[in-house]
């Protein structure tokens, strides 16, 4: 199932720390030094040499304006041998075989990435939940992902398609990060209390569509064999307990009132959607109608509510033991394994140390941002905290959005959405918004929830709005199908590119696109920023460096004050969640960079219409696989 929420933890990263005013003092006494050395006399006094030299670089830009927007990444004009040809067959091969075995393991995964997996080779198998993140499978795992890399490698690279190499390129990455991730089983938890099983499971059982009679006979096995797949994954955590990982008090108890609410709910959360589905599943009698009703609620009974009681069980008996209050570095091998977190969830290739560096220059970059322009206005905060969006509606924030885009981003490829909101008796157990990935056989599918069960602001709704749906992840991941990629790729799953795209466009577009003045519009940017930054400065201090609760009250009381409550959501968040701020302000980081590097190589040639449409076309990989492309990209244009 592939979900992209905004969940609790953004809200709350939006609605915590109120630092503009803060920064702006904080930053104050940097911003001359920055103006001194802007205003250099050798800088401002033109010589005549410094004068044809600028002549030069004029007319090596007019030239570079003639350039060749008109073609894809992916076109290919080599001629290939018989002997290459062949090669090309066996990689898509070896390619269809990893998918087929992928897809048949997972009915979840299959049902939602798929309406039609017959049609990808895909054979309906046992339903089945898919593979466990289990301790005793890291062996096996670890020589079958062997066996995948030495037969990848086999392949001869040069005699394969640009869109191959890709795949390639982004595969081999991937199962080298994957193997990495073996070496440390013990270290992640199913249910933390952001992204953990007993959120997920309502939204698959809620979103699980009836195509068929039989998908309906899927999710009536997947219910009634729900509780022996927790019982497998309550087992894990015991043994995780059993060898010193667990997750904190703080976020046992807020999984454990989770459960609570999703088993005290009356009528229980799930029957009047499974109700509905049915009700709108054409060719079932009245009979079969209350058969199905009368096995779910069977279903329930007998497993999903027992499941949930077996996770309080489990996680309460897990409370009364010792419990981890300090970040992954303080385990063995826990500074190990969190390089491999940081790279699997954000995508980059750059250090942990370098990661810190780097988000503390944008922090510094926006804050003087910030001051700037206090500078010239002294209400900036009651103008932030007072603007008023043109409209408190989702539906017509997605139309203004879904204009306003064409500015800087090519047009929707597709203007076919459906706006959902989460049902009344799902609000308390499901993220604040979210957007449910199309099929890839269907692309046309795409769905967003709004929880309106959240306190929503509208500060908070409309930012949230892009970032989910114009031209965030609705738009990139439409933008995307239309191309036709290969269907492997929809596999995989990268973090940092998906949720770095939707945070670019949250930070960087949704204020400007919402009608506000420009000031004003980057006053919010920068603020946003420099919010994302301290959270990731945080983790890594708490997760690498080995920040302990005080370490991190004296660093956030720069920005927050004393607030207690403040700081110790942080603190235990970044604990229970390694990296979950960083697979957003990372990719955001990294797409700027990108940016940077191509304005800087294309001069006035670079486009940004077109950086983004090279961005899109390129889809969900890795960052220096990115940046690989973009070179030839950039040769490309100017040739």
Not at 231 to 257: A, H, P
Not at 297 to 302: E, K, L, T
Not at 394 to 414: G, R, W
Request: include cysteine.
């Amino acid at each position: 199932m592939q979900i992209t929420p905004e969940g609790e933890h953004m809200k709350k990263c939006k609605k915590i720390i109120a630092m503009l005013l803060a920064l702006a003092v904080f930053m104050t006494g940097c911003t001359n030094n920055s103006i001194t050395k802007s205003q250099d006399p050798k800088e401002t006094t033109k010589t005549e040499s410094s004068k044809e030299e600028s002549k030069k670089k004029e007319s090596s830009a007019e030239k570079s304006k003639k350039c060749n927007y008109d073609f894809s990444i992916y076109e290919d004009e080599r001629e290939f041998s018989e002997k290459q040809l062949a090669e090309q067959e066996e990689f898509e091969e070896y390619l269809k075989g990893i998918f087929i075995d992928e897809m048949s393991d997972s009915t979840v995964n299959a049902h939602f990435l798929m309406e039609h997996p017959e049609n990808y080779g895909v054979e309906k198998t046992e339903v089945s939940w898919g593979k466990l993140p289990y301790y005793t499978d890291t062996q096996s795992a670890t020589e079958e992902l062997n066996e995948l890399l030495d037969k990848l490698q086999e392949f001869d690279y040069d005699a394969l398609t640009y869109e191959q190499q890709l795949i390639y390129d982004t595969f081999e990455r991937y199962l080298e990060t994957t193997k990495t991730g073996n070496e440390y089983p013990l270290f992640c938890s199913v249910f933390s209390p952001i992204s953990g099983i007993q959120g997920e499971l309502p939204i698959i059982f809620s979103e699980y569509a009836f195509l068929s009679k039989e998908d309906i006979d899927d999710y009536i096995t997947l219910l009634n064999t729900s509780y022996s797949y927790i019982e497998q994954l309550c087992n894990y955590e015991l043994y995780r307990m059993e060898n010193g990982y667990t997750l904190t008090e703080n976020s046992l108890d807020k999984v454990i009132e989770q459960c609570n609410e999703f088993i005290n709910e009356q009528p229980n959360c799930l029957r009047p959607v499974f109700e509905e589905k049915l009700n709108q599943f054409s060719g079932l009698t009245d009979e079969e109608k209350n058969q199905y009703m009368e096995a779910f609620d069977q279903g329930m009974q007998q497993a999903l509510i027992p499941a949930y009681q077996l996770m309080i069980n489990t996680l309460t008996e897990i409370k009364g033991q010792e419990q981890s209050k300090l970040g992954l570095c303080n385990y063995e091998n826990g500074s190990d394994y969190y390089e491999y977190l940081v790279r699997e969830n954000t995508g980059s290739n750059r250090t942990v140390d370098e990661l810190y560096m780097m988000i503390q220059k944008e922090m510094e970059r926006c804050a003087l941002g910030i001051a700037a322009i206090y500078a010239k206005n002294d209400n900036l905060q009651e103008d932030m905290n007072s603007y008023e969006y043109p409209t408190e509606e989702p539906d017509e924030m997605l139309s203004m959005l879904q204009t306003a885009l064409e500015e800087d981003f090519p047009k929707a490829v597709n203007e076919e959405y459906t706006l959902n909101y989460v049902p009344e008796s799902l609000e308390s157990t499901m993220s604040p918004a979210f957007y449910l990935i199309a099929p890839i056989d269907n692309p046309k599918k795409n769905i967003i929830y709004i929880n309106q069960g959240e306190e929503y602001g509208n500060m908070d709704l409309f930012p949230t709005v892009a970032h989910e749906g114009f031209p965030g992840h609705m738009y990139q991941t439409d933008y995307f199908y239309s191309l036709n990629p290969h269907y492997f790729r929809s596999m995989l799953s990268f973090n940092g590119y998906s949720e770095g795209w939707a945070q670019y466009i949250e930070t960087c577009y949704a204020y400007k696109y919402s009608g506000m003045n420009s000031s004003l519009a980057k006053a919010f940017e920068y603020n946003t920023s420099c919010n994302f930054a301290l959270y990731c400065m945080v983790d890594i201090g708490v997760n690498y460096y080995g920040w302990d609760y005080d370490d991190t009250a004296d660093f956030l009381s720069q920005y927050v004050g004393d607030d207690e409550d403040v700081i110790s959501e942080v603190y235990y968040t970044m604990i229970d969640e390694p990296t979950v701020y960083l697979r957003y302000y990372i990719g955001y980081l990294e797409i700027l960079s990108l940016k940077k590097e191509a304005k800087k190589t294309l001069g006035k040639a670079f486009d940004i219409k077109e950086f983004h449409k090279f961005l899109l076309e390129i889809g969900p990989c890795q960052y220096d696989v990115i940046e690989d492309r973009m070179q030839s990209w950039m040769e490309r244009v100017t040739e």
